[in-house]
């Protein structure tokens, strides 16, 4: 059968290497966009999220940049090891309807680290 | 660990038949958020609930419905299965009136696969 892999875009990086990871979103009305992180039969694992009042924000090995203009976030991990591999996703915080806290995700990014 | 449990954690069932997911929602939360992961893909918000009623939803029929309790524990039941209904159901929970990324919680899912 067919794998997560031959659906996602995959980024390949050298253990060590920096890596970024991009989004297009299509809404200029969500409150905060999030990254996520998610490994294999798990749950989405909440990485870093930024307010869309912002342009950068920085986390413990990774930093979040959202250009409003064009619609676009990226993800950047620094010194990626072997533990970052997974799949990633950005996503949305949207109020649609009386819902709170909905997420509209974007297409996820396979993270390959060599070693 | 993110506090919110889902089971079961993986399950079969055949077309046509019914299915129920739990979620317990992280301690202090009392809004539960049902979300679809075919393979391959970003989750699709299902719908919400806060104080046990639906408040918001997503693009699905409605042979998808749930509840929830007055421990803010919730179900996700599935009619009249069908084969495409086969993905990873992940709940997440939150504080209604938060919405930064931090603030939601998901579980680890529970993998159906309809046969």
């Known amino acids: 059968g067919e794998s997560v892999g031959l659906h996602l875009p995959t980024l390949s990086v050298q253990e060590g290497d920096n890596s970024i990871i991009n989004c297009a979103y299509s809404?200029?009305?969500?409150?905060?966009f999030i990254w996520y992180k998610q490994e294999s039969g798990k749950g989405p694992q909440f990485i870093i999220d930024i307010r869309s009042n912002m342009d950068k924000r920085q986390g413990q090995r990774v930093t979040v940049l959202l250009n409003k203009t064009v619609k676009h976030l990226s993800l950047q991990i620094a010194a990626t090891q072997p533990g970052d591999s997974a799949v990633y996703f950005c996503?949305?915080?949207?109020?649609?309807?009386?819902?709170?806290?909905?997420?509209?995700f974007g297409t996820g990014t396979l993270l390959a680290v060599q070693p | 660990e993110t506090g919110v449990t889902q089971s079961p954690t993986h399950l079969i069932k055949t077309r046509g038949q019914q299915v129920t997911l739990r979620c317990s929602s992280q301690?202090?939360?009392?809004?539960v958020s049902w979300y679809q992961q075919a393979l391959g893909q970003g989750p699709q918000f299902i719908f919400q609930?806060?104080?046990?009623?639906?408040?918001g939803r997503g693009n699905f029929p409605p042979r998808f419905s749930g509840l929830q309790f007055p421990n803010y524990s919730s179900e996700l039941n599935v009619n009249a299965l069908e084969l495409d209904d086969s993905a990873l159901y992940l709940c997440?929970?939150?504080?209604?009136?938060?919405?930064?990324?931090?603030?939601?919680?998901f579980g680890e899912g529970s993998w159906l696969t309809v046969v």
């Open positions: 809404n200029s009305a969500s409150d905060y």
């Open positions: 301690s202090g939360h009392n809004t």
């Open positions: 996503a949305e915080i949207r109020r649609y309807g009386g819902a709170t806290n909905k997420l509209i």
């Open positions: 997440a929970s939150s504080l209604a009136g938060t919405s930064s990324g931090n603030t939601i919680y």
């Open positions: 609930y806060y104080r046990e009623e639906e408040n």
